[in-house]
């Protein structure tokens, strides 16, 4: 192909480029005043005159006094917010996209009528216990009635960060499970041959409170704000401008907890617990891709949670957004090609990468519990997992755990020795056979050609 010669001449910075750059300053200015006002104040500071935050005390076991998370700058919240970032995580950009657009009235009052948990969690000690739970808010279930009148006292927008419902899980694993005999029906946990599932759903978004973050992870508060502020190309200036607001709603997924049985027992010490901790695989437990072992753990850790809360107690499946080891979807479909390319060998599988990502897990299992200890759980009979970050972190955190269960071999998938293999020998739980260095070079994937 020709190329194609194009004359380029050098710009020379001129007052042009000036006026332009003030012309697009005017024009943002100028954008939504209707909504926002005439002026852009990028940040508060701690010393600005007319900052008079919320109280927020957040190990208080008084909810009033404890006080609620603001983020908000709507009404008067500009002034009195007290924690950093925005509501629903990373769902919060598609909230100004409805406001840019003129779909969503930003003086929109929400109307929580009916829409309370059908099921009061009881508040127990570790709500308020110094360090326990530091990654949501404790009451962030409850907000709309319990800050309602600090809502209309004080003029800002306070929104809740947790809900709990009712649903029914239908799964065609599950239906073969009750037509095999493996799983029975009993008509309150599992309902009918089909083999549909009684549970309760809680859905959490991140809430961190920084002090709390920091010490779990071993580093300093001032180097957790600056990382954050940083890393995220400065998009939340109040991590530096504001030391004190101790708050902060990261743009990241949060957890759904899974509760079969009765959800008034989880944090009852007689009763027996089978839990699954599960981070996210679309592409597994979702689209049912053979490569790695996601999908047929969740199945059956669904199983084993139903023949437990069959049995009177409960089964618990807590759901994390945290795709490719939380290093995301792009970084593991290139870490697939890479493995691929060379061999897929399993004694490459975190080698590979740590080549791309620098890292090979950012889960920072280190946060997970919190929710375990929400429910007030001090005991857990069966961890149906294999992951000895997720154990250590658990019983790093003070929660008990009686047995760990692995996945039965006939349940894994035809393309995931690799990774199950390479797992066992980095760590996770087995009770078979832990391959060595040499062996793990030996144990392949599927060859590319052969799709």
């Not at 969690?121 to 962030?140: N, R, T, Y």
């Not at 709390?212 to 190309?233: M, Y």
């Not at 049912?288 to 047929?296: K, V």
Request: hydrophobic share 35%; net charge neutral.
């Amino acid at each position: 192909m020709a190329s194609i010669a194009i004359e380029s001449k050098p710009v020379e910075r001129s007052s042009l480029t000036k006026d332009f750059k003030k012309q697009k300053r005017e024009d943002v200015k100028q954008g939504m005043k209707d909504v926002y006002g005439d002026n852009i104040r990028l940040a508060t500071y701690s010393t600005d005159s007319d900052i008079e935050p919320i109280k927020m005390n957040w190990y208080n076991k008084d909810p009033l006094k404890r006080g609620p998370v603001v983020c908000s700058r709507f009404r008067s919240g500009l002034t009195k917010h007290n924690a950093i970032g925005a509501h629903s995580g990373p769902y919060s950009i598609y909230h100004a996209l409805s406001i840019a657009s003129r779909r969503l009235d930003p003086h929109h009052q929400a109307d929580y009528s009916q829409a309370n948990p059908p099921f009061k969690f009881p508040q127990v000690p570790e709500w308020s216990e110094p360090g326990k739970i530091v990654s949501l808010d404790p009451f962030g279930h409850m907000t709309p009635w319990l800050y309602s009148g600090v809502e209309k006292k004080e003029n800002v927008e306070v929104r809740p960060s947790m809900a709990i419902t009712k649903a029914v899980l239908s799964l065609p694993e599950i239906k073969e499970e009750v037509q095999k005999g493996h799983l029975k029906p009993d008509g309150k946990i599992v309902l009918n041959k089909n083999g549909d599932m009684a549970c309760t759903k809680v859905a959490v978004d991140p809430v961190w409170y920084l002090p709390g973050v920091a010490e779990r992870l071993g580093i300093s508060e001032v180097d957790l704000r600056r990382a954050l502020f940083e890393d995220t190309n400065g998009m939340y200036p109040e991590l530096v401008t504001r030391p004190d607001i101790k708050v902060f709603a990261p743009p990241i997924g949060g957890c759904t907890a899974y509760i079969f049985g009765d959800p008034a027992n989880l944090h009852k010490d007689d009763k027996r617990l089978s839990l699954r901790v599960h981070d996210e695989c679309c592409s597994s437990d979702v689209f049912l891709s053979d490569i790695c072992s996601c999908r047929c753990y969740l199945i059956f850790g669904l199983v084993e949670a139903a023949k437990e809360a069959q049995k009177g107690g409960n089964g618990l499946i807590c759901y994390f957004r945290k795709e490719g080891r939380c290093l995301g979807e792009v970084t593991k479909y290139m870490v697939y090609n890479a493995r691929k390319r060379t061999g897929d060998t399993a004694n490459n599988y975190f080698p590979r990468t740590e080549k791309i990502a620098g890292v090979k897990d950012a889960r920072f299992q280190e946060l997970m519990p919190d929710i375990l200890h929400w429910f007030g759980i001090h005991r857990i009979d069966r961890m149906l997992s294999m992951s000895n970050l997720k154990y250590d972190a658990i019983v790093n955190s003070g929660i008990d755990i009686v047995e760990r269960v692995e996945i039965p071999d006939y349940l894994l998938p035809a393309d995931c020795k690799v990774e199950i293999d390479a797992k066992i020998a980095s760590g996770y739980f087995t009770n078979g056979h832990r391959y060595t260095e040499e062996e793990l070079k030996k144990i392949k994937g599927r060859e590319w050609e052969k799709l």
